[in-house]
T-cell receptor, first 117, second 113 residues
Framework: DARVTQTPRHKVTEMGQEVTMRCQPI?????VFWYRQTMMQGLELLAY????????DSGMPKDRFSAEMPDATLATLKIQPSEPRDSAVYFC???????????????FGPGTRLLVL | AQSVTQLDSQVPVFEEAPVELRCNYS??????LFWYVQYPNQGLQLLLK??????LVKGINGFEAEFNKSQTSFHLRKPSVHISDTAEYFC???????????FGKGTKLTVNP
């Protein structure tokens, strides 16, 4: 069974530290999404890439968050510096998505649970 | 821009009882509708989706949903639930012309013995 993998699964850090979360999409998928899940806001889209190119990062706090796809098998989400309000579960999802194609299924990873003290 | 409202944040039911989880959406263009399920400490997985055609959609684990365009709803139903159906359920909407999905806040279904 092909799956999206995410590392680390859990991360506890102190305010001000850099956090890097990694995602390996399903082989052959061309689109990667990053979401953040909190009790208050629910599931929010932070950014997404197609064919490794960033398409939309309007959901991301620009001053401290950055997302990249250094190659087709790795997507990263970095927070620098981290703040307590960044505590959340961060999900990566991948899919085979054509332009303008919200009809395709997104496959979610297990998430990274981040706690910033 | 599209939006999704899940009317119930928590739904407790007894085992073998029927259940309906409600979802309403707002959009000005053609939509695609999804239900995802999240088990504790796991990612979301697709239950079912409506793209076009028949308004009654059947999914995994005995779930089904009905698309009602006039009421802008996509309610999820199961005639008889099991303890193992305890999870959080998310409704999501996507629009033609966009790759994005917008998710509702989720409904926690708790099935009691």
């Amino acid at each position: 069974d092909a799956r999206v993998t995410q590392t680390p699964r859990h991360k506890v850090t102190e305010m001000g530290q850099e956090v890097t979360m990694r995602c390996q999409p399903i082989l052959g998928h061309n689109t990667v999404f990053w979401y953040r899940q909190t009790m208050m806001q629910g599931l929010e889209l932070l950014a997404y890439f197609r064919n490794r190119a960033p398409l939309d990062d309007s959901g991301m706090p620009k001053d401290r968050f950055s997302a990249e796809m250094p190659d087709a098998t790795l997507a990263t989400l970095k927070i620098q510096p981290s703040e307590p309000r960044d505590s959340a579960v961060y999900f990566c999802a991948s899919g085979l998505v054509r332009a303008g194609g919200a009809r395709e299924t997104q496959y979610f990873g297990p998430g990274t649970r981040l706690l910033v003290l | 821009a599209q939006s999704v409202t899940q009317l119930d944040s928590q739904v407790p039911v007894f085992e073998e009882a029927p259940v309906e989880l409600r979802c309403n959406y707002s959009s000005s263009v053609s939509v695609y509708l999804f239900w995802y399920v999240q088990y504790p400490n796991q990612g979301l997985q697709l239950l079912l989706k409506y793209l076009s055609g028949s308004t009654l959609v059947k999914g995994i684990n005995g779930f089904e949903a009905e698309f009602n365009k006039s009421q802008t709803s996509f309610h999820l139903r199961k005639p008889s639930v099991h303890i193992s159906d305890t999870a959080e359920y998310f409704c999501a909407v996507g629009e033609e012309g966009s790759e994005k999905l917008v998710f509702g806040k989720g409904t926690k279904l708790t099935v009691n013995p």
